[in-house]
């Protein structure tokens, strides 16, 4: 059985999208990020960097964090979702890696401008909206080729998929990318995926108002992270 | 006194850590829920939700529901008090056997009943026929993974779950852990306090009863 520590976002649906497609048992431990559960002393041993989604595999007693390091031991752990054949396998790894550190981090800035900040920035919108269209373009000419990022179906397609869902709200569209269309559409009909993104939808209470909430969420620095650091020493 | 139980169930072993504690030797009449004893005439006599645990007085008197039972022994063999001392306690040991009651084991029973196959038509227990609906299942899991966290949260810095003495809520907690472990709920990985508790109540005789 695998403990997933999760709250309802994007990174948090790339391991439950996982777990039900590998058709996994799992118990879901709620890290509500607008409590500051991910600051709690105890979570650090757990996701030094108090982020979820992590897991703990009670199996093997693995303690997991960072979606992709996530995404590639259920791969393996299932014989799923990553081929083991070298050239496929970095087809995989390399949109993996893409969307870690390029789709993920720039839809994340531009989401916390759009949806979070207290006051309008227009450069900084600019400049997530602009690597968020060119990024979602990288991957409409990839899929000219291909019907997924790395060919078949793949933890790359599982990491990214959550980060194209909120499109509209990031103030794009899809009709300009055609091969993205299709295949945003296709992963969406997939049952697993489904029921992956409905987990824990009801918990949800919305963008955060109040100042408390979104110091939590936002107003983090090493000061209070070594606070934390030195409640668990304790 | 006659106790009727069910040495695999979780209700009654809460009776029978109660009794060990209290240093009790209880006759018991073993009721096979798998079998469906439960369901039979004679046991209904004795309890028409035909669930157990009961205990039954020398004098014949019925009492079921695991609170009722585990406070009439209280009352009736006051030593070593497992309610507490003062006032004070006893509302801590209240407040907390029921939270564990309807957060924890009540989550747990929508959680295992509506997804044993043996059970497609005893969602619910007791004599009325309920379907399962896998939703609450589901629910329930997360609610009994969220529960053990609060636990945790609540055994910072304490010995016990309702303070300084072991107590009727350690025991209940005790079972619950144990029957989150059915259907593979197992102490999350940072609930340290949570375990640190575990392994100190499931090492005393009690726990074996």
Same mark, same amino acid.
């Given at each position: ?15 439950? @999208? ?7 048992? $799992?118990?879901?431990?709620?890290? !509500? ?5 991910? #600051? ?11 982020? +979820? ?19 590639? $031991? ?53 400049? $997530? ?12 000419? &990839?899929?000219?080729?291909?019907? *997924?990022? =790395?060919?078949?179906?793949? @933890?790359? !397609?599982?990491?990214? #998929? ?63 992270? +070594?606070?934390? =650091? ?5 | +006194?006659?106790? $009727? ?8 072993? &809460?009776? &029978?850590? #109660? ?23 004679? #046991? ?102 969220? *529960?053990?966290? &609060? ?12 303070? !300084? ?15 989150? =472990?059915? @259907? ?6 940072? =609930? ?18």
């Amino acid at each position: 059985m695998i403990d997933l520590y999760y709250w309802p976002t994007p990174n948090g649906h790339k391991i439950s @999208i996982m777990l039900e497609e590998c058709e996994l048992e $799992y118990n879901v431990i709620p890290v !509500d990020i607008g409590a500051g559960d991910q #600051f709690k002393p105890k979570f650090l041993r757990i996701s030094p960097n108090n982020r +979820m989604p992590a897991i703990v595999d009670n199996e093997t007693g693995e303690s997991i964090f960072e979606g992709g390091a996530i995404l590639i $031991y259920l791969a393996e752990k299932c014989g799923r979702f990553l081929p083991t054949e070298q050239h496929n396998r970095m087809q995989v790894l390399q949109w993996l890696f893409w969307q870690a550190g390029g789709l993920g981090p720039m839809a994340g800035q531009l989401s916390h401008f759009v949806n979070y900040a207290r006051e309008p920035v227009p450069y900084a919108q600019d400049r $997530y909206a602009n690597e968020y269209d060119r990024l979602l373009a990288v991957m409409d000419i &990839r899929l000219r080729d291909c019907e *997924f990022l =790395a060919g078949e179906y793949s @933890i790359a !397609d599982i990491a990214s #998929f959550p980060w194209v869902v909120p499109y509209r709200r990031l103030g794009n569209d899809l009709d300009k990318f055609e091969n993205l269309r299709r295949w945003f559409d296709a992963i969406k009909e997939r049952p697993a995926v489904r029921t992956g993104v409905d987990l824990g939808k009801a918990w949800k209470t919305g963008v955060p108002k109040s100042d408390e909430v979104h110091a939590t969420m936002f107003n983090q620095n090493s000061e209070t992270v +070594m606070q934390a =650091a030195e409640a668990l020493e304790d | +006194m006659k106790l $009727y139980d069910c040495s695999t169930a979780p209700s009654p072993r &809460r009776v &029978r850590i #109660f009794a060990a504690e209290k240093g009790l030797e209880l006759d018991k009449v073993e009721i096979d829920l798998s079998k469906g004893e439960q369901f039979s005439d004679s #046991f209904r006599q004795i309890n028409a939700d035909c669930v157990v645990p009961v205990l039954e007085l020398d004098d014949g008197t019925c009492i079921n529901e695991v609170s009722a039972i585990c406070q009439y022994l209280e009352k009736a063999f006051p030593e070593p008090a497992l309610y507490g001392s003062t006032a004070v306690e006893l509302a801590t040991v209240v407040m907390w056997d029921s939270k564990i009651e309807q957060q924890g084991l009540a989550a747990m029973r929508d959680a295992f009943r509506n997804s044993v196959k043996g059970l497609k038509a005893h969602a619910l227990t007791g004599p009325v026929s309920y379907e399962q609906i896998p939703e609450l299942a589901e629910r329930g899991r997360t609610a009994v993974s969220v *529960f053990l966290q &609060r636990l945790d949260e609540q055994l910072e810095g304490k010995e016990f779950v309702a303070g !300084d003495s072991f107590s009727i809520a350690d025991i209940s907690a005790l079972v619950l852990v144990d029957f989150a =472990a059915w @259907i593979k709920i197992t102490i999350p990985a940072d =609930a340290t306090d949570l375990k640190r508790w575990y392994d100190a109540v499931s090492s005393r005789p009690s726990a074996a009863a």
